[in-house]
């Protein structure tokens, strides 16, 4: 090796070293604030920087990606200095290759993540699960069960199963950390945003994250660490009416007019409509009847039960507990104090809340089980749920032998679960199917014959096929909430303007006095 050799060599050693060590962004994550098919916010820790990225991967050469997009959002919460940058007009279902380059000129290494199908034939797939706080401790003992002593442990075996199993988002059912007043407040979510980083697939894949409110947080908690909407309750439009999913907030109560309006009034948008889904999940933190601790919450028996069993919800996803269950298929009982196992008409619940949070004994066990569980047990983990048009299949996933659970490599949408997992496997089988006469989504009726400019900065035409008669045009934005309306009579074009919405995707509702609804993406120009 010559002189030159070797000096190119050991610069080259040297460049690698100092980049990796003047690397000043950390603590990535990813999460949905507007529709998943074409947008996503980035996060990180430390240094400002930019984002620039596309479908080419070009690995760690940051001036090779064709786009770019600075920070949106800088602020300090709970002691994290966290950045935000929000891309947009994105193209569905593509992989998307990522790096920040920050001011003092590190590049972080190169990320990838994929956006979700606007086809309902798609499946996808996704975690569900909640808890991850640390237990309690003094002098450095543990006075809560952790298994092996040792709760956080546990949390980062399971962070590090995610990053095996590749799944499209995370549906996280709150509980993230202590956070009392006995606790290091900053050095708890420091703690939890370095365990994410074991989320990261080795070839840089990250997931996004679809976030609920639990008792150990507020909504300005995930906000601000996260960037998730700051409303305290929404829903996502999942694969274009594969999956209406909702995220709604246990911790302001279930009879909260506000919510209670805003969520009945989105279910009978899509129910028994044009624009109905094929699935409705609900993702909330504590849950209706807990198998620990907490026994039943009437209020959500007495205000949510009924919305969801009139309003066709397949599935409720919950947490708080700390302990695992799934239930048979039930309904609300006549005395509405539990459930009573109903193949027919029921809504399969599955929860509480293990991803490493301290263990409970359960409440009902032996003649006391309440029949409506199919299932519980104590012991780390959560579900995985890959759903098609037609079926909703869901394993529990223990937190176990992470090492040896192969990768899966492909970034294809919906996949299964990778070999060597251990899944739950108790009395009544490892896997529930939850299945429906799939109802092909389409318009029924075309009653918007023209919708132009869209994208548009302010003004929208929309043309009918005829004169309307008492129609009303609603506008709501990607996250269900309603914008503005207006009745539409005796016209056969209307003028919507749009200057005031949020940019991003929106969707108009067309509805007709007998009922009919008819559904519209409009883009919001930046
Ligand atoms: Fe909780």
Request: a negative charge; zero cysteines; aromatic letters at 18%.
């Given at each position: 090796m010559n002189v030159f050799n070797s000096y190119i060599i050991s610069t080259s050693i040297f460049l690698l070293f100092a980049q990796e060590i003047c690397s000043n962004t950390f603590h990535y994550?990813?999460?949905?604030?507007?529709?998943?098919?074409?947008?996503i916010s980035i996060g990180w820790s430390g240094d400002d920087g930019v984002v620039y990225y596309g479908t080419t991967d070009y690995g760690s050469n940051y001036s090779s990606y064709p786009n770019s997009h600075a920070t949106d959002r800088m602020l300090t919460h709970k002691g994290q200095n966290r950045r935000f940058s929000r891309l947009t007009g994105l193209q569905p279902?593509?992989?998307?290759?990522?790096?920040?380059?920050?001011?003092?000129?590190?590049?972080?290494?190169?990320?990838?993540?994929?956006?979700?199908?606007i086809t309902p034939n798609t499946p996808v797939s996704f975690i569900s699960g909640g808890d991850s706080r640390d237990g309690f401790s003094l002098l450095g003992v543990y006075i809560e069960n952790c298994p092996s002593g040792d709760c956080r442990q546990k949390r980062k075996d399971g962070n590090a199963i995610v990053a095996k199993i590749r799944p499209d988002f995370i549906a996280f059912n709150g509980d993230f950390v202590q956070n009392q007043i006995t606790s290091d407040i900053s050095q708890e979510w420091n703690n939890w945003l370095d365990d994410w980083q074991l989320t990261i697939s080795s070839d840089g894949k990250m997931y996004p994250l679809v976030l609920t409110q639990g008792n150990h947080e507020?909504?300005?908690?995930?906000?601000?660490?996260?960037?998730?909407p700051m409303d305290e309750y929404y829903t996502l439009d999942i694969h274009n009416g594969l999956i209406r999913f909702y995220s709604l907030n246990s911790e302001i109560g279930a009879c909260n007019s506000t919510q209670l309006n805003w969520l009945t009034n989105d279910f009978s948008n899509y129910t028994n409509t044009a624009i109905e889904p094929n699935w409705k999940i609900v993702q909330h933190h504590n849950p209706t009847y807990a198998m620990a601790n907490y026994g039943l919450n009437q209020d959500q028996m007495n205000c949510w039960i009924d919305e969801f069993q009139t309003h066709g919800v397949n599935l409720v996803l919950e947490s708080h507990s700390h302990t695992t269950k799934w239930s048979w298929p039930c309904t609300k009982n006549s005395s509405g104090d539990g459930f009573e196992k109903d193949t027919v008409n029921g809504i399969v619940y599955i929860g509480e809340g293990q991803w490493g949070a301290p263990h409970r004994d359960l409440d009902f066990t032996g003649?006391?089980?309440?029949?409506?569980?199919?299932?519980?047990?104590?012991?780390?983990?959560?579900?995985?749920?890959?759903?098609?048009?037609d079926t909703i299949q869901i394993n529990n996933v223990k937190f176990e032998n992470a090492a040896s659970i192969s990768l899966i490599s492909d970034d294809v949408l919906g996949s299964y679960l990778p070999s060597g997992t251990t899944n739950w496997n108790p009395t009544n089988g490892s896997t529930i199917y939850i299945t429906s006469t799939a109802t092909e989504i389409s318009e029924q009726f075309k009653i918007a014959t023209k919708i132009y400019p869209n994208p548009s900065k302010s003004i929208i035409h929309i043309e009918f096929n005829k004169v309307l008669e008492n129609n009303t045009l609603e506008l709501y934005n990607s996250l269900g909430k309603l914008c503005s309306k207006e009745s539409i009579s005796g016209v056969n074009k209307h003028q919507l303007n749009i200057e005031k919405l949020c940019n991003g995707v929106n969707y108009i509702l067309l509805k007709d006095d007998k009922g009919n609804i008819e559904s519209h993406k409009i883009i919001k120009a930046e």
């Open positions: 994550t990813l999460s949905y604030r507007d529709d998943p098919s074409t947008t279902n593509t992989v998307y290759y990522f790096v920040i380059h920050d001011i003092s000129g590190a590049t972080s290494q190169r990320f990838k993540f994929h956006t979700l199908s507020d909504n300005s908690d995930m906000y601000n660490l996260f960037d998730i003649n006391d089980q309440k029949s409506w569980i199919r299932d519980q047990g104590v012991f780390d983990g959560f579900f995985f749920i890959r759903t098609s048009k």
